[in-house]
């Protein structure tokens, strides 16, 4: 292992867990503002030597701005590192930083390891990449969003970094059956199919015919959307109902519901046919479809293939490419951006769970990895002159 990762991976674990202490003492539940500004406060309260810090706005109206720090270099190589700072975990349940009874070694608390664990790493190879200020380099961006978790407007950053020469993103982390480190250059593309209907209200005992039932139509949307469920399919498609509101009393006829059914596919294409195949009547119930989100796949297998291999190379022990089926704003950035890297944050698991945790080893084993991909970026062949910068 080169001395340059050997020494910054010991630097970002020494200051880790109080970091990681900081962040996941704030409650940030998506949406929330004054959570937010606190985690950018602690973000952004040792910043290397010449960073500049901007607040671009949100992806989502009313949302705490986004946080963007950027070290310029003068070199050509372009990198932007990327997190989120929101969880999904209400302030009545936020949990801080506090050792796993049920795991040894572990550190349990609200958005460990989805994703605050993943921002500590992230500023860590900042630091590590402004601190030498790599010849190689001529800026590296940190880019920590606000609204990642709840999201269904367009996210707005990917044009700004279009044609850099890679991200690195800091979802959690994972080792391969065979116990090899992973990282993730796969993803599924991701819909919220949201379903609402419109019937007629009507007693239910004294005269339940006159009325239009919008749960027994709801009920037939979910059936339809859940027979396109074909996980080993060309498209590796997952179709399921998952939130279903109807009906307000006992005795009435539901005039009204909801249906979100989760999508997942290779493309985002594939869920054209789901929702063309839900019904738009249904025992005279009228039903209206619409995709509130709708997050495109990555697949970055190739252009990753020979940077991984020059960091395990580098590192003494392989990175191995994985395949995740969660979103993530790697997917936004990979539209740009071909050489995009997700899953570089620590090990843990529970995420969105009351056991969320991190595996507290991993914040040095999984920052010898980061480090070791980003100094493998910088040392790539690279065909074509660099575009500006961002700003």
């Known amino acids: 292992m080169p001395d340059w990762t050997r020494s ?13 202490e900081a962040l996941v003492g704030i409650s940030s539940p998506s949406g929330d503002r004054a959570g ?26 009313g949302n705490a701005d986004d946080l963007l720090i950027r070290v310029p270099g003068t070199g050509s190589r372009r990198i932007v590192l990327v997190g ?17 009874p049920d795991v040894p ?9 989805d994703m605050k664990g993943g921002d500590v790493l992230a500023l860590g190879v900042l630091r590590a990449l402004a601190h030498d200020r790599r010849d190689e380099l001529a800026e590296v961006a940190l880019l920590l969003v606000t609204d990642e978790e709840w999201r269904t407007a367009p996210f707005a ?60 139509a709801l009920a037939e949307a979910a059936r339809v959307v859940a027979a396109h469920h074909d996980p080993a399919g060309p498209d590796r498609l997952t179709a399921v109902p998952t939130v279903l509101h109807s009906g307000e009393a006992l005795n009435v006829v539901p005039a009204h519901g909801q249906l979100l059914c989760d999508v997942r596919a290779d ?50 022990r392989p990175i191995v490419p994985a395949s995740r089926g969660g979103a993530s704003d790697a997917s936004h950035l990979a539209t740009v951006i071909p050489l995009t890297i997700d899953g570089l944050g620590p090990l ?21 990895v980061a480090l070791a991909v980003a100094d493998a970026v910088l040392r790539q062949q690279q065909p074509d002159a660099p575009g500006p910068g961002v700003g």
Request: glycine letters at 10%; a negative charge; charged letters at 25%.
């Open 8 to 20: 910054h991976a010991a630097r970002i674990a020494a200051t880790a867990v109080h970091e990681l």
């Open 36 to 61: 937010a500004e606190r985690c950018v406060a602690v973000l952004t309260a040792d910043l290397p030597a010449g960073a500049l810090v901007e607040r671009p706005a949100c992806s989502t109206a």
């Open 84 to 100: 989120h700072v929101d969880t999904v975990i209400s302030h009545e349940l936020h949990q801080p930083l506090h050792p796993d």
């Open 105 to 113: 070694g572990a550190l349990r608390g609200s958005g460990t390891i």
């Open 157 to 216: 950053h990917a044009a700004r970094f279009a044609g850099w020469d890679a991200c690195l993103c800091f979802e959690a982390g994972e080792l391969d059956a065979d116990g090899r480190d992973a990282v993730v250059v796969r993803r599924k593309a991701a819909g919220t199919l949201e379903i609402t209907a419109t019937g007629v209200a009507a007693h239910s005992g004294a005269r339940p015919d006159d009325g239009r039932n919008a749960l027994l």
């Open 267 to 316: 493309r985002l294409d594939a869920f054209d046919p789901v929702m063309a195949a839900i019904p738009r009547e249904v025992g005279g119930a009228t039903l209206v479809v619409r995709n509130l989100r709708a997050w495109p796949g990555m697949d970055a297998r190739e252009p990753a293939a020979p940077v991984l291999a020059r960091a395990g190379a580098s590192l003494g």
């Open 348 to 368: 843990g698991g529970g995420a969105h769970a009351p056991d969320e945790h991190v595996l507290e080893d991993s914040l040095r084993s999984r920052a010898e």
